[in-house]
Structure formats: structure tokens, C-alpha cells
């Protein structure tokens, strides 16, 4: 097989979005930790924590170096939390998963909007539950950059038009007909939450995430998102703080997680999304669909 073949074909496809999400990843990492703190992300190059010295390119190298080095940043015994290699390695398998995809069905807007759309998410993820909030360059640039890339790649919303004009109107409208759906309803919710509760229930970091998840995923994919995300964050704390209480009650723990603690909801919301253009958006239309289908049919009888 000549080199040609091989970047053609689905393995190697797999094998180029495996590279490029772990350097994407790495990335993510030192953006993740330098944006909440106000740094430059490009200047100045990586140093190690504990003693100081430039990290060089050869103990720099994405999931690779952390397993050579057995965790240690190689210069002195400063230990490299898990969590970053985890990172790196979550997103290597979203862009090979979406990368093989487009081996199978060639759609640009769902490799380049989906592997953009995956690093913010998870970018999110990781400042969000570190810091408890989400930057405005993630969910309020990524909501400009959604829809600008819904112009540039209407196939992003599975619009497919004779019309080259028509085409970008239409990835455009989707995309901001998304981040007016996805943020109002959220904001909405708070605003009915913080009544319900008498507290602050939604931070405004979440309303403008939603924006984002919204420019990406169309108005569906913003509602699913919301209820994926709150069904999400339900299933994963739940059995936390059930535990977590079980616990305290025993040794008296007031680390553990209490019930009406707060908990960032961003998380959630950006997992949702992920699960939405990732694979469950056939599944999720196809229910917006037969729902519009009934209203239909019940006007018309
Ligand atoms: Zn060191």
C-alpha cells in the first residue's frame, strides 16, 4: 500500500484524527490551565512546575512522553498528574472516531465544525470543574466561531442546497437560530430555577455556553443538550452524593458532597452536546420530527 492508499483509507484516517487529537490535547491542556489565569497560551514555552527547567520537544511529545517517562516529567521528580495524559487521550479517540467517520460519509463541515466543536467542549469540561467557570473565549467565542463556520460549512447542519448562496444562508440561520434557542432557554430555566430555589440556581457562563453548543448543534441539538445534560449530571451525582452522605454520616466528612451544594452544571451541558453530534443527532431529530408530525396531523384532524 502506497502512502496515498493509506491516507485515503479509513485506517488511515483513524490513525491521522488518533495524532492530531493528542497534539490537539496537549494543547487543550496548556489553554486549560493558562486562560483561567489570564496567560498568553503561545509564550512562554512549557516549564516544569517544580524545578523550573524548559521542557524540551522530546519530553513534550502528546500521550506518548507521560508513558515513557512513567509519569515523571523527566527532569526531576515532579509526577504529571493523570488527568492531562486522560485529557490528551479523550481527545485523540473523539478526532480519530470523527475522522473515521468522514472516511465513511465525506462531510467537511462535521470533521472540522465536529473536531472544533469536541475541543471546546472539553476544554470546557476541564476549566469548569477546576475553576467553577467557563471562560468567555470558549463559550462566547465559540459561538461566533460556530456560526461563522456554519457559513464557511453548511454541511455542519446537514444542509445540502443546489444553491451555493442558499446553502450558506441557511448553515448561517441554523447556527444563530441555535444560539438564540439554546441560550434563551437556558436562561429562562434560571431565571425559574432561582425563583423555585430563592437562590442562584444557573450561572450567566452556562446561558452563553449554551449559545455556543447552540451555533454547533442547531436549536435540537441546544434543547437535547439542556435535558441530556441535566439527565447526565443527575445519573453521575446522584449515586455521589447518596454515597457521599452514607459516608459523612459514618466519620462525620464534611469533605463529601452535600445535597444543594453547588455543582457546575457546565460540564453536563458540554457532554450533551458531544453525545448529540457525535451520534445520538439521528436519534434526537427523528423525536423532534415525530413530535412536530403529531401537532401536524392533530391540526389538521
Ligand atoms: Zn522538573
Not at 483561567?36 to 512546575?49: D, K, W, Y
Not at 437562590?199 to 451555533?215: H, T
Request: with cysteine.
Amino acid at each position: 500500500m502506497t502512502l496515498p492508499e493509506l491516507l485515503s483509507s479509513e485506517t488511515g484516517m483513524l490513525l491521522a484524527g488518533l495524532s492530531l487529537g493528542a497534539v490537539a490535547g496537549s494543547f487543550l491542556n496548556v489553554c486549560a490551565h493558562r486562560i483561567p489565569l489570564g496567560q498568553s497560551v503561545v509564550s512562554p514555552r512549557s516549564r516544569c512546575p517544580q524545578c523550573k527547567s524548559p521542557i524540551p520537544w522530546y519530553r513534550n511529545l502528546p500521550l506518548v512522553s507521560w508513558l515513557i517517562q512513567g509519569g515523571k516529567a523527566g527532569c526531576c521528580t515532579f509526577k504529571i498528574p493523570f488527568r492531562y495524559w486522560l485529557v490528551e487521550a479523550f481527545v485523540a479517540l473523539v478526532f480519530g472516531y470523527l475522522f473515521y467517520c468522514y472516511a465513511q460519509i465525506p462531510s467537511l463541515g462535521l470533521l472540522v465544525g465536529g473536531c472544533i466543536f469536541a475541543w471546546l467542549m472539553v476544554a470546557v469540561v476541564v476549566v469548569d470543574m477546576e475553576h467553577m467557570i467557563i471562560p468567555d473565549r470558549f463559550s462566547m467565542g465559540g459561538a461566533v466561531g460556530g456560526v461563522l463556520l456554519s457559513i464557511a460549512f453548511p454541511s455542519l447542519h446537514l444542509i445540502h442546497q443546489s444553491n451555493d448562496f442558499l446553502e450558506r444562508f441557511g448553515g448561517g440561520m441554523n447556527s444563530l437560530i441555535g444560539v438564540l434557542i439554546g441560550s434563551a432557554s437556558m436562561y429562562w430555566i434560571g431565571i425559574l430555577a432561582e425563583k423555585a430555589l430563592k437562590k442562584e440556581a444557573l450561572g450567566e457562563g452556562d446561558v452563553k455556553l449554551m449559545g455556543c453548543i447552540g451555533a454547533f448543534c442547531g436549536w435540537k441539538g441546544a434543547v437535547f443538550a439542556i435535558f441530556g445534560g441535566a439527565t447526565l449530571g443527575a445519573l453521575i451525582l446522584l449515586p455521589v452524593m447518596v454515597v457521599g452522605r452514607m459516608r459523612s454520616n459514618e466519620k462525620d466528612d464534611s469533605e463529601a458532597l452535600a445535597w444543594g451544594q453547588e455543582v457546575p452544571f457546565g460540564p453536563y451541558l458540554a457532554l450533551a452536546g458531544l453525545l448529540y453530534l457525535g451520534c445520538l443527532r439521528s436519534w434526537v431529530d427523528g423525536w423532534f420530527d415525530s413530535f412536530a408530525l403529531v401537532f401536524r396531523t392533530s391540526s389538521v384532524g
